[in-house]
């Protein structure tokens, strides 16, 4: 995977094309110590191997976006404690809860894919929503990781392929979907310019998987 240099600061950006982005992987060493969890149980755990958990932790391999959802699970962390926020916090920025402002959304950034955050900072089990920026030939990495939950997303600008199970879609500027995340997907960008999506993942009740 290509090398990302570091960016440890975490900012709240002055203006939105200045949006607050940070190193993910020291955030992940951050809460991997919390639960007091040693890179060999980590790794038996998500099934990530302890080289390349070192690796991200250290910022010189990009993470994918299925090998993220890994680690997130099997840390049992929030999509908020990913992007930084620490569980229960709710920044005091003079806005209601249930608001996010443009200048104040975190990114991560995993090279050829750009993850931003749009859900309230309060918000961290039900409904998680981003904008995912997919660079020209750019993929979320094979197969993501199944598990129960439902996903949807708005194509907002470009082409990419969008494949569940053994089905897979060319879909354009306005084109959406939504599907089961327990069926194995994966993302690729087809075109020649940055692909942007409207991506959502909604909790749904376990009692439909027993």
Same mark, same amino acid.
């Given at each position: 995977m290509p090398a990302h240099g570091e960016n440890?600061? *975490?900012?709240?950006?002055?203006?939105?094309?200045?949006?607050a982005e940070f190193h993910v992987g020291a955030t992940l060493r951050t809460l991997r110590k919390q639960k007091g969890l040693s890179l060999e149980r980590l790794a038996q755990a998500s099934g990530v191997s302890m080289g390349m958990i070192s690796q991200v932790?250290?910022?010189?391999?990009?993470?994918?976006?299925?090998?993220?959802?890994?680690?997130? *699970?099997?840390?049992?962390?929030?999509m908020q404690e990913l992007f930084g926020e620490a569980r229960g916090e709710i920044p005091e920025t003079g806005e209601p809860s249930f608001v996010r402002r443009r200048a104040q959304r975190p990114v991560i950034d995993l090279g050829m894919l750009h993850k931003e955050l749009l859900t309230?900072?309060?918000?961290?089990?039900h409904l998680q929503i981003m904008i995912l920026r997919l660079e020209p030939g750019g993929t979320s990495?094979?197969?993501?990781?199944?598990?129960?939950?439902?996903?949807?997303?708005?194509?907002?600008?470009?082409?990419?392929?969008?494949?569940v199970d053994d089905e897979a879609s060319e879909l354009e500027t306005g084109d959406s979907f939504v599907f089961d995340s327990n069926r194995p997907h994966s993302l690729r960008n087809i075109g020649d310019v940055?692909?942007?999506?409207?991506?959502i993942i909604g909790a749904v009740q376990f009692d439909r998987y027993l």
């Open positions: 440890k600061d *975490r900012r709240v950006a002055d203006s939105p094309s200045e949006t932790e250290r910022g010189i391999a990009n993470p994918s976006m299925r090998l993220l959802t890994s680690l997130r *699970r099997a840390l049992n962390i929030s309230p900072p309060d918000r961290h089990q990495g094979g197969h993501a990781l199944s598990y129960p939950a439902e996903k949807g997303g708005l194509v907002l600008s470009g082409k990419v392929t969008l494949s940055p692909t942007e999506i409207l991506w």
